[in-house]
């Protein structure tokens, strides 16, 4: 079945510095893929999606891309910001299932002054 | 728009009681998702519903669960009778599913319930 591994947390990083969570991915066909962004006491936000190969998925600064011969989907940010601090997740949507997302575990990312 | 719309954003309740968790999707959305979130067990779907249709209940933890979508604006997940190990953050979810490259789903803002 599908299924979505991402890098175990919590990531604790200065203001400024970089951002990379990693993801992996096993699913059938060709998955849509997808970061959400869960701030505290708040639902999940979708932050940006990629729905082909090599396609780059942008949004507030954060990056994916769509990387099919390695099956992953990291993200990144050049410069992370206190606000940031969120919890990251990672998913698709498999062409097999067209409507049920499956996540990864989420990444706890915490940013200090 | 106003997004998908939960309510209430916190319940507090006794166990054996019944709870009633209820959803408005954002208009225009005709597939609609129940989810529900613990530390333990991370984001489990429990049901997703198109065109107000049950589609996949395989994730209903057990028969004191139980969800309708009368109408494609409106949808309750209930429980009864409330357990302890109930208390997570509910989730409801929408989207518009059919078209071509744009199954993203749109999370409320979610129900926090706990059962004492």
């Known amino acids: 079945g599908d299924s979505v591994t991402q890098m175990e947390g919590p990531v604790t990083l200065s203001e400024e510095a970089f951002l990379t969570i990693n993801c992996t991915y096993t699913?059938?066909?060709?998955?849509?893929l997808f970061w959400y962004v869960q701030y505290p006491g708040e639902g999940l936000q979708l932050l940006l999606k990629?729905?082909?190969?090599?396609d780059k998925g942008s949004n507030k600064g954060f990056e994916a891309t769509y990387r099919k011969e390695t099956t992953s989907f990291h993200l990144e940010k050049g410069s992370v910001q206190v606000s940031d601090s969120a919890v990251y997740f990672c998913?698709?949507?498999?062409?097999?299932?067209?409507?049920?997302?499956?996540f990864g575990s989420g990444t706890q990312l915490t940013v200090l002054p | 728009d106003a997004g998908v719309i939960q309510s209430p954003r916190h319940e507090v309740t006794e166990m054996g009681q019944e709870v009633t968790l209820r959803c408005k999707p954002i208009s225009g959305h005709n597939s609609l998702f129940w989810y529900r979130q613990t530390m333990m067990r991370g984001l489990e779907l429990l049901i997703y519903?198109?065109?107000?249709?049950?589609?996949?209940d395989s994730g209903m933890p057990e028969d004191r669960f139980s969800a309708k979508m009368p109408n494609a604006s409106f949808s309750t997940l209930k429980i009864q009778p409330s357990e302890p190990r109930d208390s997570a953050v509910y989730f409801c979810?929408?989207?518009?599913?059919?078209?071509?490259?744009?199954?993203?789903?749109?999370f409320g803002p979610g129900t926090r319930l706990t059962v004492t």
């Open positions: 519903f198109n065109n107000n249709v049950p589609i996949d």
């Open positions: 998913a698709l949507i498999s062409s097999g299932s067209a409507r049920q997302l499956t």
């Open positions: 979810a929408s989207s518009f599913g059919e078209l071509a490259g744009s199954y993203e789903q749109y």
């Open positions: 990629a729905t082909k190969a090599d």
């Open positions: 699913a059938t066909g060709y998955p849509s």
